[in-house]
T-cell receptor
Framework: GQNIDQPTEMTATEGAIVQINCTYQ??????LFWYQQHAGEAPTFLSY??LDGLEEKGRFSSFLSRSKGYSYLLLKELQMKDSASYLC??????????WGAGTKLIIKP | ETGVTQTPRHLVMGMTNKKSLKCEQH?????MYWYKQSAKKPLELMFV???????ENNSVPSRFSPECPNSSHLFLHLHTLQPEDSALYLC??????????????FGPGTRLTVL
């Protein structure tokens, strides 16, 4: 079966750096997405990786290794507003989007 | 209005009621989606419409009935629901070109409680 694994919850300190990992096993691969979802709100798009390597967007970066079935989202200079759930999703060989259960990130002062 | 809107934002209904959820996208996209989000579970894709045609129905019970009258509007008709159907129902849209790289834009969701 197809599977996306990410930690259920992580805690980090304001101003620090945190890395949220995502591993996947899918039938084929056509890209990996990261979304942010604040409590009670809609998921919003953060990043998309289809080739190996690091994509940087301001304080957020996303990394992909297709050979390892692995991605991470790196958040730098953490702010209290970064407290949210982070969803990893993979588009498989049939272009279906497979979602992880999300990682709840708690930021402490 | 911009982006993707959903109404109502909250809905409480009994198991014998009939209600409808509405979604509208103002982005000119050609694909729309219904998802179910339960606590600590992955998003569950329910239905997909491309150019108003339903292209996916992930074994969803018949008590959920989608309707897509045009490429901007999507409805989810609900009847004789069960308490386990209580969840956040999210609508999303995207511009699909067959190459899979386009992100989905989500509405704020309808929080449904079935008593």
């Amino acid at each position: 079966g197809q599977n996306i694994d990410q930690p259920t919850e992580m805690t980090a300190t304001e101003g620090a750096i945190v890395q949220i990992n995502c591993t996947y096993q899918t039938s084929g691969f056509n890209g990996l997405f990261w979304y942010q979802q604040h409590a009670g709100e809609a998921p919003t798009f953060l990043s998309y990786n289809v080739l190996d390597g690091l994509e940087e967007k301001g304080r957020f970066s996303s990394f992909l290794s297709r050979s390892k079935g692995y991605s991470y989202l790196l958040l730098k200079e953490l702010q209290m507003k970064d407290s949210a759930s982070y969803l990893c999703a993979v588009r498989d060989g049939n272009y279906q989007l497979i979602w992880g259960a999300g990682t709840k990130l708690i930021i402490k002062p | 209005e911009t982006g993707v809107t959903q109404t109502p934002r909250h809905l409480v209904m009994g198991m014998t009621n009939k209600k409808s959820l509405k979604c509208e996208q103002h982005l000119g996209h050609n694909a729309m989606y219904w998802y179910k989000q339960s606590a600590k579970k992955p998003l569950e894709l329910m239905f997909v419409y491309n150019f108003k045609e339903q292209t996916e129905n992930n074994s969803v019970p018949s008590r959920f009935s989608p309707e897509c009258p045009n490429s901007s509007h999507l409805f989810l008709h609900l009847h004789t629901l069960q308490p386990e159907d209580s969840a956040l129902y999210l609508c999303a849209s995207s511009q699909e070109n067959g190459r899979g790289g386009n992100e989905q834009f989500f509405g704020p969701g309808t929080r449904l409680t079935v008593l």
